[in-house]
């Protein structure tokens, strides 16, 4: 029996002719990887984030930051895609979703088949010189930390290479003044696997029209939203996409 939530969520769905969906760290930890603030699982429990994964760390220290940040990043690499990622592919494919804004930098919205993608914290799959910008896949650079040129050095210039990966002291990228522009003008916003507690992405349920959630906890825009699912992504994503299968 599909509960009454997930019939609410397909109507207004089936509604909508404008619907973008923002994706945090809750839709990925079904596919093994481990979110950064989760109490005793989160990687933030382990290592401390200013040190892992910072650009002043990079730019002072970067054996440290090739030795234990980039390991966090590179981990990522070889997780597959669950059925929550597989159902928005699908519902890309059907026409309900007009893009996905998505936190995450595991590249498995893309593994899934998802096509628009706003990564608005960056992406594990390039790089990039931090003197003359000079774009490299990421595999250059696990090439020559393997062989031990730490930093990896751009091959035009010399200069630093670096994980195109938001970093802490790093501007956001472009991708997120388009998501910003796109949710103003959306009619509905479906939240997937985020406690939307990290700025400036939080900001972004507020402005849309219509608003679901489906986030195992509790978020600050509970009360906010049209529609709370509180169940894990990959399920609740598989009864919504069968149910739009259906005509619901």
Same mark, same amino acid.
């Given at each position: 029996m ?7 969520a397909?109507?207004? @769905?089936?509604?909508?002719? *404008?619907?973008?969906?923002?994706t945090? +760290?809750?839709?990925s930890t079904?596919?093994?990887?481990? $979110?950064?603030?989760s ?6 429990e382990?290592? *401390? ?7 002043? &760390? ?8 090739y ?11 070889? &997780?597959?895609?669950?059925?929550g990622?597989i159902?928005? +592919? ?8 007009k893009?996905? @804004?998505? =936190? ?6 893309q593994?899934?088949?998802?096509? @628009? ?9 390039s ?7 000079? #774009?490299?896949?990421?595999?250059n650079? &696990?090439? #020559?930390?393997?062989?031990e ?5 751009c ?7 670096r ?7 790093d #501007? ?8 910003? $522009?796109l949710? =103003?003008n959306?009619?509905?916003? @479906? ?14 349920p =507020? ?7 489906i ?8 009360? #906010? ?5 509180k169940?894990r992504?990959? *399920?609740?994503l ?7 299968k259906?005509?619901?």
């Amino acid at each position: 029996m599909i509960d009454n939530e997930i019939k609410a969520a397909c109507k207004m @769905i089936n509604t909508s002719k *404008d619907t973008l969906i923002l994706t945090g +760290a809750g839709i990925s930890t079904e596919s093994g990887i481990p $979110d950064f603030r989760s109490p005793n699982t989160g990687l933030w429990e382990k290592i *401390d984030p200013m040190e892992a994964l910072s650009t002043s &760390v990079l730019l002072n220290n970067p054996r440290k930051f090739y030795e234990e940040g980039f390991k966090l990043l590179t981990d990522m690499k070889d &997780v597959k895609p669950n059925k929550g990622h597989i159902a928005l +592919a699908e519902m890309e494919e059907m026409g309900f979703i007009k893009g996905i @804004i998505t =936190q995450n930098i595991d590249n498995l919205h893309q593994k899934a088949g998802s096509k @628009i993608i706003y990564e608005v914290h960056g992406d594990t799959r390039s790089g990039r010189c931090t003197s003359c910008n000079n #774009q490299v896949e990421l595999n250059n650079l &696990v090439e #020559q930390v393997k062989r031990e040129v730490i930093p990896p050095k751009c091959n035009r210039c010399g200069g630093i290479l670096r994980p195109n990966v938001v970093m802490f002291g790093d #501007q956001l990228p472009k991708d997120f003044n388009i998501a910003w $522009d796109l949710v =103003q003008n959306c009619e509905l916003l @479906i939240v997937v696997g985020s406690s939307l507690s990290v700025a400036p992405v939080s900001y972004l349920p =507020q402005m849309a029209s219509r608003l679901i959630i489906i986030n195992l906890g509790s978020t600050p825009f509970d009360r #906010q939203a049209d529609i709370v699912i509180k169940e894990r992504a990959g *399920d609740a994503l598989d009864k919504i996409v069968n149910e739009l299968k259906k005509g619901t």
